[in-house]
Each structure stands twice: as structure tokens, then as C-alpha cells.
């Protein structure tokens, strides 16, 4: 089975499960995404582009394509690679907003190109976005992803908001998360098709997701993540694994975070750690998949498409594992 | 005629020369405006919507409501607000990009919530317009909307890429006008008629637009612009006026735009005045908006909305004159 390149690994055993429509789907979907960005590579400068190209996991466009089935080829690809899109701009303004170095062991375009073409870089990803889904000519869809993109904003806005403090609670944390990061995976299996089960298999996946992102940040090694240990820390950003150890160890409510250099960040990585709450938070993910997964079963919905995006939410804890 | 309290004194005249719908259905512009902002208020930051509140001549949603005329209420309300929202959007982030401490005289987003919520802020303008647009129902529009948006993303990275380069010609910097501002100024009033001499007279008048801005930032006063003079300059933005003043005084080529500082800047704002240049620009602004008046002559279109669309051309040079 031929498997488009830069599709990286964690994907593998969907695509091998998968009949022949998938991988050709997907090659597709790269070729949209090369051409938004190589485009305009000059502009953006060529690290820029590369590191936007080096890709991640195409989570998104997959859950597009599997809910949408083989039957709808091109506006389905064009929906998969707008939703991806809007994935990247968020990625690229992220790096703005936190200052990042690196982003999948990659510089990031506000490192090698500055803050300032990064914020235009952005915005030209998310127009292209629109623009793609548009010439579709479909507003339901950009309903569905203008909506998606007002949560991811306001999730960011809201994360900008609670930064460096202690006293936000779990409640607040997942509401966070879904703004952030659940209502896009929500959004991708919507644009592939409208039903209820697949709005709460999105949403639950892509909680778990955030979850698993946020326990690995504390977790590392650095060298399977691309980037420092307890880099959220370092932003500020408090997240569910220090909130689960504060309630095993309260003293660590006490630590300043401003006051945290990459040693101190590291430091209070292991203190987490000690506390046992990064298995607390995994298990609270495999809990949430596992719900995802039956609220798939319960979806009217035909059983290899069924089985294939149970694989990508198989394939959301392994990659964690 | 009632007059919506927030629309600002350049429009008046336009406002005046109006039948009764002109005025309401700005009203339901600001509405809308006011809703997209005020919903997120908390988030913002309560000077954040202020500033944004402040608002600014409303020309584009004039554009899309004039040339929309008065049989096309709620859709082209839309248009006219959603069209706004994305300026807004790029001003939040040109802010964040220029480290503008003002704007219209008012701190900036950037200025007063960090740049980490203006980049935040930003986007949550820009997906806001395009779930405005969508409810509509209209992918047309979207469309419109989407190409304008790249097309302003794509000057801002020329922009950023021409910075502090003394050697950029009048035609990049004409290149980089279109993209940056004449487009949105098409699309506001392609969003309210598809006709090809709207387009023409759109261009037009924000290009002219575009070079009276540029002028003013060398020519200040302060008092009247709201921000220092010479910003653009402080910024490495290379624009007509000096571009035209290096013709007459071609020592002007040699400053280092890296080493001014705002006394530098102010001084070389006068060396450019004394060539000239100012008026130059200004008369060539003045040339585009006739250019832009005699291709609306030629459009077939209602009498009173082609005179009411002929003041706001003559709004955008008497706000400068």
C-alpha cells in the first residue's frame, strides 16, 4: 500500500488497516497543505515552511476523512485540509504567544523567522483556511470551523487569562481544554458528517488528547517530545497533572511560577511526578477514549469506518503510552 | 436623523447627504460590532473592547451598505460587519507586530492586555467575522471575505520582509498597498454588489486611502493622528512619501532606519517634508479617488447611492486635506 511520506508514523496502523481510499485521501490533503504554504514559502522564508511541512500527526484530517467515508472525495479532503490548517495557524500563533524555541524538535517559525512574520504566518494560514472551504461552497462547514476557531481563541484567551495561577481548578482546566483543543476534533468529525455520536467521539478524543499532551510536557524525555520538560510550567500554564499532584502534595501550590528558570521547571516536573498524578491523569484519558470509542459503537455508521477511527483513537493513547 | 452615537465625524457628511436607511442599518452594524466584541469583554479586557469599541470611520461597512442599497438589510448588515471585524483584527495584530503603544490616540490592545492577548484577540475577531458571514448562509461572500483576508496577510509578511530596506521601489510599494489595503476595501463593496466598476472604485480609494495614511504618519500633527510621527519610520516601514523624497534629496537613501530613534525620526520626517514629497503623494491620492469617482460615473447603478458612495471618496481626502 503506497503511504504518502510525509505522513509520520503513529498513523501507521490505521493506514494498514485501512482499504485503498484513505492513503490516497490523505496524499491529497498534503498536497493542499503544500501548496498553502509553499506558495507563499518565499514569504514565509523556507525554515518556516519546512517546519510547517515536517507535519505532525494528521489527526484531524483523518477524523475528517473517516467520518466523511469514501464516498466524498474532494470536498472532504478540501474540509480536511482547511480544518488542519486552522490547526497550524493556532500552532504557529502558540510559539508567538509562548515564546517557543521549538516545536516538534523543529525551530519554530517565530524562532526562525520572528514574532512578527509569525503572526502574519498565521493569519495567512487561517485565511487560506476559509478560502479553501469556500471555494467548496458550503457555509454550513464554514459555520462549523468558524465556530471551532471562535473556541480556540477564546481557550487561548482564557489560558492567557488564568496563567501563573495556582488556585485554578480541574473544572476550569477542562473547559479550557475543550475551547482549546476538544471543539476542533469535534468540528473535524462534524465536517465529515453530521451526527451526534461522532460530535461526542471528536470531543472525547480530543480531550484526551489535550490530557495526554499535557501529562507528556511533564513527563518527557525531551528527546520523544521536541521540546524542554515542563514547558508549560514555564508559561505558566498550569495544567491537570500539577492540579492531580496539589491534591496529594498541597505544598506544591506554594511554588512561584514566575519565579521558575528551566532547572526549577524541571525540578517541579519530577515533584509532579512523585505525587503518582501523571498515571492519575493517563487513566483519566484511557477512561474518556474508552467512553469516545462506545459512544462510536452506538453510531449509526458503517462498521470498516467504525473500526478504522476506533484505530485513530487507539492510536491518540499509544502514541503516550 | 438620529445618528448612531459612535459613528465618528468624517462620515457625517455622508450621513447628512443620506435617505433615512443609511443611519439605521450602521446602527445594526455597530450592533453586531458591539456583540462580537462585548460578548468576549471579560476575556478582552475591559480597555481591550474599548479601544476596540473607540472605533474607528467605519468606511468598509459604508462601502458594503451603500453599495448594497436598501433593499438588502440583514445580509448585507452582515457583510458590512463582518468586513469590519476583520480590519479590527489586523489592527489588533499590526499593534502586536509594530509594539504600537497608541491607536486613534487610545492605548493599544497589545499596550494594555500583552501581546499574548492581542495575538489571541486578534483571531477571535477574525473567526467571528467569519461565523457572521457563514450564518448568512452565503459562501460567496466567505469566499470574498477569505481571498481579501489572504491578501492582507500576504502585506503584512511583504511588509515585514521589505523592512528597513531603503532600496524598495514605488511599484513593491504600491504591490504591497493592494494587498495590505486596497483589497478589503474592493471586497467591502464586492460584498455588497458584484460589479466590476465597484471594484474599480474600491481599489481605488483605498489605495488613495493607503498613500493619505502613509502621508500623515510623516506630517502628523500628533494632536490629530493620535500616534507620534514618524511610527512607520521607527518600524523600517519604507513608504511612498519617503520613497519620493530620496528622488529629490537622494541622501535620504543613506539613514540608517535601524539606528533612529523618535527625535531621529521626527528630523527625518522634516527632511522629507522639505522636498516636497507630502504634497506630491497627496496630489497623486487625490488623482486615484477621481480615477476611482469616474469608473463609478460609468457603473450602472442607483443615482443616490453612486452621489452618497462619490462623499465617502471625498471623506477619504478631506479627512487628510
Redesign the interface.
Given at each position: 500500500m503506497t503511504r504518502p511520506s510525509s505522513v509520520p508514523p503513529p498513523v501507521t496502523a490505521v493506514l494498514d488497516a485501512s482499504s485503498r481510499w484513505l492513503p490516497a485521501r490523505l496524499g491529497e490533503v498534503e498536497q493542499l497543505l503544500r501548496g498553502a504554504i509553499a506558495d507563499?514559502g518565499e514569504?514565509?522564508g523556507a525554515d518556516a515552511a519546512a517546519t510547517l511541512d515536517a507535519g505532525g500527526k494528521r489527526l484531524r484530517p483523518m477524523l475528517v476523512l473517516l467520518c466523511a467515508g469514501p464516498e466524498r472525495d474532494g470536498e472532504a479532503v478540501r474540509a480536511a485540509a482547511a480544518t488542519e490548517l486552522v490547526h497550524m495557524?493556532?500552532l504557529v500563533?502558540d510559539d508567538?504567544?509562548d515564546d517557543a524555541p521549538l516545536r516538534r524538535g523543529l525551530p519554530t517559525v517565530a524562532a526562525t523567522s520572528?514574532?512578527?512574520?509569525a503572526?502574519?504566518?498565521?493569519?495567512?494560514l487561517?485565511?487560506?483556511a476559509?478560502?479553501l472551504?469556500?471555494?467548496?461552497?458550503?457555509?454550513?462547514s464554514?459555520?462549523l470551523?468558524?465556530?471551532a476557531?471562535?473556541a480556540?481563541?477564546?481557550g487561548?484567551?482564557?489560558q492567557?487569562?488564568d496563567a501563573f495561577d495556582l488556585g485554578i481548578d480541574e473544572e476550569r482546566y477542562l473547559y479550557r481544554c475543550r475551547l482549546k483543543t476538544a471543539r476542533l476534533f469535534e468540528c473535524a468529525c462534524l465536517l465529515g458528517r453530521e451526527q451526534e455520536r461522532l460530535r461526542e467521539f471528536g470531543a472525547g478524543i480530543g480531550l484526551a488528547f489535550q490530557l495526554l499532551d499535557d501529562v507528556l510536557d511533564v513527563s518527557g524525555p525531551p528527546e520523544r517530545t521536541g521540546k524542554a520538560r515542563g514547558t508549560d510550567l514555564l508559561d505558566g500554564t498550569v495544567t491537570l497533572p500539577l492540579i492531580e499532584a496539589a491534591k496529594s502534595d498541597p505544598s506544591i501550590r506554594e511554588v512561584d511560577l514566575h519565579a521558575l528558570d528551566a532547572a526549577g521547571a524541571e525540578a517541579l516536573c519530577d515533584r509532579i511526578a512523585a505525587t503518582g498524578a501523571l498515571e492519575r491523569v493517563r487513566a483519566r484519558a484511557i477512561e474518556m477514549v474508552a467512553n469516545a470509542k462506545a459512544a462510536l459503537e452506538k453510531a449509526e455508521f458503517d462498521a470498516e469506518q467504525r473500526h478504522l477511527l476506533a484505530l485513530v483513537a487507539d492510536g491518540v493513547v499509544q502514541r503516550y503510552s
Open positions: 507563499h514569504l514565509l495557524a493556532t500563533h508567538v504567544l520572528g514574532r512578527d512574520r503572526v502574519a504566518a498565521g493569519d495567512l487561517f485565511s487560506r476559509f478560502a472551504l469556500a471555494d467548496a461552497g458550503d457555509a454550513r464554514v459555520a470551523l468558524a465556530d476557531s471562535v480556540l481563541a477564546r487561548e484567551l482564557a492567557r487569562r
